[in-house]
């Protein structure tokens, strides 16, 4: 399998939108999940979409970030609105082996290599 791999990231002001994309060529029946993790604090699952199109979001970014996939599922996507100066962390794709999506960050088996995303007030 090829690793994922994450554009989109950069600088905004607060309020501002960023989109981030994830290349996924070869998961098709996968769950997949966008993370992030901020300097001096762990790594955490923001979003993530199974293999039915369910949607799960963390409580911090409902209702601002939206998680999605283009019709050929080799492009996973985060669309991020009203974006926080909290907002900035490396944010990383990642894929489980599995179809439907874990709980532990463990099941994600595939990551790349993440993106900045700095948020300025």
């Known amino acids: 399998q090829v690793a994922p791999v994450e554009s989109g990231g950069g600088s905004v002001q607060a309020g501002g939108s960023l989109g981030l994309s994830c290349a996924v060529s070869?998961?098709?029946?996968?769950?997949m999940g966008w993370f992030r993790q901020a300097p001096g604090k762990e790594r955490e699952r923001i979003a993530s979409?199974?293999?039915?199109?369910?949607?799960t979001y963390a409580d911090s970014v409902k209702g601002r970030f939206t998680i999605s996939q283009d019709n050929a599922k080799d492009t996973l996507l985060l669309q991020m609105n009203a974006l926080k100066p909290g907002d900035t962390a490396r944010y990383y794709c990642?894929?489980?082996?599995?179809?439907?999506?874990?709980?532990?960050?463990?099941?994600?088996?595939?990551w790349g290599q993440g993106t900045q995303v700095t948020v300025s007030s």
């Open positions: 070869g998961y098709i029946l996968n769950c």
């Open positions: 979409i199974d293999v039915q199109g369910t949607t």
């Open positions: 990642a894929v489980s082996a599995w179809p439907q999506c874990p709980h532990s960050q463990g099941g994600y088996h595939y």
